[in-house]
């Protein structure tokens, strides 16, 4: 994998992982400001070292 691969892999794994909790927030109630919050709080728990390993093309999107 390349850096630009490499990457775009972890833009991506970013913008599931804040999306997701940003509608997990809602669901919980929270305002935006906490949605907001919790969203960015998913993006720092991010491991990101299991993105560096190579997976099958088919779990990469």
Same mark, same amino acid.
């Given at each position: 994998?390349? %850096?630009? %691969? =490499?990457?775009?892999?972890? $833009? $991506? @794994?970013?913008? $599931? @992982?804040a999306l997701a909790a940003y509608? %997990?927030?809602?669901?919980?109630?929270?305002?935006?400001?906490? $949605?907001?919050?919790?969203?960015?709080? @998913?993006? /720092? @728990? =991010?491991?990101? #070292?299991?993105?560096?390993? %190579?997976?099958? #093309?088919?779990? /990469?999107?």
């Open positions: 994998m390349n %850096e630009a %691969e =490499l990457a775009e892999q972890v $833009r $991506r @794994a970013c913008l $599931r @992982a509608e %997990e927030g809602g669901l919980l109630g929270l305002c935006q400001q906490g $949605r907001f919050e919790l969203a960015m709080d @998913a993006i /720092k @728990a =991010l491991d990101l #070292a299991s993105l560096t390993q %190579e997976q099958p #093309a088919s779990l /990469k999107k």
